[in-house]
């Protein structure tokens, strides 16, 4: 859930490399509600995602993005994914890396499931934070 934040956070620091695991974007209305049942029945809302104040901040994002989801993923959809790639049309480099068969717990499904694409997703993880 780290992700929504993340975002929030490139209004106020430089961050060249931004690597985002089966991100979540909320609408701004859940940024200042406590983590509790009120959070939770703001962004089960349908479609809440599209009212997020991350496609504004993430069109001005200069660095380098990767984002790493899941295929299989029930949790987070796929419009969503869709938008933080499309929405970053000013960063320097923009990679997504669909993870073959994985549910949102894709690392675990990776490293069970398919050893090569485990490694292949770490391969880019390291070689986006060594630029």
């Known amino acids: 859930m780290g992700a929504y934040t993340a975002v929030r956070l490139l209004e106020y620091y430089p961050i060249k490399s931004l690597i985002l695991l089966v991100p979540a974007m ?5 940024y ?5 049942q ?3 029945e703001i962004i089960r809302q349908p479609e809440s995602w599209c009212h997020s104040d991350a496609w504004d901040i993430l069109s001005g994002y200069r660095g380098r993005l990767l984002i790493i989801a899941a295929e299989n993923d029930r949790i987070i959809p ?6 933080i ?5 000013t960063a320097k480099e923009r990679k997504l890396f669909v993870a073959p068969q994985a549910s949102h717990t894709v690392f675990t499904d990776l490293r069970s499931n398919n050893p090569e694409s485990f490694c292949s ?5 390291v070689e986006m934070l060594k630029k």
């Open 26 to 30: 909320y609408t701004s209305m859940a």
């Open 121 to 125: 997703v770490f391969s880019q993880i």
């Open 32 to 36: 200042t509600v406590p983590f509790n």
């Open 78 to 83: 796929k419009g969503v994914i869709n938008k």
């Open 85 to 89: 790639y499309h929405s970053a049309v």
């Open 38 to 40: 009120g959070f939770t």
